[in-house]
T-cell receptor, first 113, second 115 residues
């Protein structure tokens, strides 16, 4: 049973427009949600996180929104740049699980010039 | 600051052979994690060390997998004997904090192919 799901395997966006990546989860015990970015042949790189007590966190062009009632989070990238093309993973952690992360399947973002 | 280092970067072995993957975490990071990504699917947790102790090994697939972290520094993950379904990318990550909110630093991974 997959606790974190990213239902869109891929997304294509024009440069300068907004990219919206979505993630759903089932476990209400998750206390942090994170987004990682992964380029080919590299490890995932931490991008941004949000605590379960907040509904929004912003860092430059990246904003994560959390809707706890819907068990849904999204990552907004504005404006999108070609260098943002990568696989984006949503992940969640439960403070009682020692930092173990549960990842989604990833969404491949392609930003076209 | 050096990042998380993993080697080899690639390994191709025959079914039934043994392979040992190594991870050098960031110096001073007590928490070390192993994850695996199989066939483009989600990245799955394997186990978590705090210093030299196994904190959580609930994700280890079976007893063909053995992880060690002698002295609380580098870690090894041995697969013996390897099976075809063990193919995938094995990631190591380290963290100062044992909670997920701060994020980890991942290594570049070891791509294991069992033929």
């Amino acid at each position: 049973d997959q606790q974190v799901k990213q239902n869109s395997p891929s997304l294509s966006v024009q440069e300068g427009r907004i990219s919206i990546l979505n993630c759903d989860y089932t476990n209400s015990m998750f206390d942090y949600f994170l987004w990682y970015k992964k380029y080919p042949a590299e490890g995932p790189t931490f991008l941004i996180s949000i605590s379960s007590i907040k509904d929004k966190n912003e860092d430059g062009r990246f904003t994560v929104f959390l809707n706890k009632s819907a068990k849904h989070l999204s990552l907004h990238i504005v404006p999108s740049q070609p260098g943002d093309s990568a696989v984006y993973f949503c992940a969640a952690s439960d403070r009682n699980q020692g930092g173990k992360l549960i990842f989604g399947q990833g969404t491949e973002l392609s930003v076209k010039p | 600051e050096a990042g998380v280092t993993q080697f080899p970067s690639h390994s191709v072995i025959e079914k039934g052979q043994t392979v040992t993957l190594r991870c050098d975490p960031i110096s001073g990071h007590d928490n070390l994690y192993w994850y695996r990504r199989v066939m483009g699917k989600e990245i799955k947790f394997l186990l978590h060390f705090v210093k030299e102790s196994k904190q959580d090994e609930s994700g280890m697939p079976n007893n063909r997998f053995l992880a060690e972290r002698t002295g609380g520094t580098y870690s090894t993950l041995k697969v013996q004997p390897a099976e075809l379904e063990d193919s995938g990318v094995y990631f190591c990550a380290s963290s100062q904090y044992g909670t997920g909110g701060y994020g980890y630093t991942f290594g570049s991974g070891t791509r294991l192919t069992v033929v």
